[in-house]
């Protein structure tokens, strides 16, 4: 069974924190730049404000000009919304504020079968704030590539064929969604996926806690060092799971085929109908439970558990360090 890959997730913190430039102080007095607003009319309110204490102000607009197949939303410090409306085209409204005298955005926009919507700062180091909210049209499927660096992403009502969003600290919500495949990149971000569907879920985070409730119809890849992981799931066929620290806890009706391995984080399993599943369990100093009757065969101690749990049609294996296994 390998091992989590430390040094991997390590540099992906490295890489993901000086990929963009991080020199803005985020937020201004008053204002919590962590907040994601309800409505844009809930943010012209806070824009009037900073107009009236001096904040320069920049918005922009951007419609498609044909349905594209994909799109790139590229940030640093501004939260993402993704909204969906009722008509034909992709509609990007883009708002911020900086306590500046000169212009320090540039815009690199794509308008064509690629919609892409970058913003990059030069080297600006005073305190600002800014949203982007965009419209999608309803059951429109494309792929999404979001990228920022503390900006919170929210997502509600949007079908994807493939979405994916890298983050340093920014907080990602994924609302009452189906799509083929989701891949999230944390450093410190936590997110929380609710009444999401999915075929294939791969996360790859250092702290960041994930909090997912939905259904996996296939694989699920989790990869962590300190971040946990709360997962309530009907079933998937596949999970590999690693984690150094952070907990593992998975409910699901039915488990399927599944490689798990910690360091101190702990592993919780709850089973709500017919477990079935061969167990080999290896530790080191962690305590294992299980209230279900395990039929054990093979070489079994204090640090190794070989059985099977009635017809055993699923592989469950699991290791430890120190972290604890319970299977309920």
Known sequence: MRKIGLISLLILSLFILTSCDTSINFGFTGVDSDYMYNSYEGFLKIKEEAKNNGYEVVEKEEISKVIPSSVILETVFEDIEIIPYDESEIKVIYTVLYDGKEDPIDFNIDNGKTFKFKVDWNNFTGKAYGVMYIYVPEHYLSDFDIKTVSGDVSSEQIDYDHLM?????????????????????????????NQVNVKNFTATTTSGECDFKGDVAHDVRWNTVSGDLYMNVKSYEIGEFYSTSGDIRITCDTLGKSEMDSVSGDIDIRILEKLNATLKYLTVSGDFETKYDLVVNGKNSDYEVNGKYNDGDVELNIETTSGNLTID
Not at 167 to 191: A, E, H, I
Request: glycine residues 6%.
């Open 165 to 193: 969003i890298s983050t340093t600290s920014g907080d990602v919500w994924v609302d009452n969604s189906q799509m083929d495949n989701l891949d999230v990149k944390t450093v410190s971000g936590d997110f929380k996926l």
